[in-house]
């Protein structure tokens, strides 16, 4: 089945600095890429949609300044947190969409941010 | 706004339980009514539902859809330690394909 790649699993920075997670579509093209922040136990927030060649569209309420993604080529969008602080630590999950429906939507495996 | 809520929030049950897990929404340009099985990490596929009425099954779990009622529920039955997990309803909306994440049931099934 379609695999869906995010680097890295854990990443642990100071604040102030910035982090780049990756998400990658490791067998098919993905026209679209989804980016989810999830707090503990609670349900998956979408923050933005991003499609390829194009601006990501944010969700209300996501600093899109804060939160930079770029979907570069049809098998990678990034996800940049700048001037990480420690309310920004979280669980940040991307998914991408092969373009035939909600059922062949595949998620990465998640990345575990902690700003110290 | 787009709205998706699932009940109960926490669930406690014996192995060998069925339980019923709930999902109502209210949302504009309704296209269909996703369930996820999240473990440690990222979500896993269940269900696709986009008809009324119609249950979908994959082995002891199955859904239905009431589009009357803006609901769903998902079945599980003679239930196992391996099905302990968040159970996640979401709901896709409008042309945009945009996916709204109930806030999800925690089951833990005990021995």
């Known amino acids: 089945g379609a695999v869906v790649s995010q680097h890295p699993s854990r990443v642990i920075c100071k604040s102030g600095t910035s982090v780049k997670i990756e998400c990658r579509s490791l067998?098919?093209?993905?026209?679209?890429m989804f980016w989810y922040r999830q707090f503990p136990k609670q349900s998956l927030m979408l923050m933005a949609t991003?499609?390829?060649?194009?601006?990501?569209?944010?969700e209300q309420g996501v600093e899109k300044d804060k939160f930079l993604i770029n979907h570069a080529s049809l098998t990678l969008s990034t996800l940049t947190v700048t001037s990480a602080h420690p309310e920004d630590s979280s669980f940040y999950i991307c998914?991408?969409?092969?373009?035939?429906?909600?059922?062949?939507?595949?998620f990465g495996e998640g990345s575990r941010l902690t700003v110290l | 706004e787009d709205k998706v809520v699932q009940s109960p929030l926490s669930l406690v049950v014996h192995e060998g339980d069925t339980v019923t897990l709930n999902c109502s929404y209210e949302?504009?340009?309704?296209?269909?009514l996703l369930w996820y099985k999240q473990e440690k990490k990222a979500p896993t596929f269940l269900f696709m539902l986009?008809?009324?009425?119609i249950e979908k099954k994959s082995g002891r779990l199955s859904s239905i859809l009431d589009k009357k009622e803006l609901s769903s529920i998902l079945n599980i039955t003679a239930t196992q330690t391996g099905d302990s997990a968040i159970y996640l309803c979401?709901?896709?909306?409008?042309?945009?394909?945009?996916?709204?994440f109930g806030t999800g049931t925690r089951l833990q099934v005990t021995l």
């Open positions: 998914s991408a969409s092969s373009g035939q429906g909600f059922g062949e939507l595949f």
């Open positions: 067998d098919f093209q993905a026209t679209t």
């Open positions: 991003s499609n390829e060649g194009s601006k990501a569209t944010y």
């Open positions: 949302v504009t340009n309704f296209r269909s």
């Open positions: 986009t008809s009324s009425g």
């Open positions: 979401a709901v896709e909306t409008g042309t945009a394909s945009k996916l709204t």
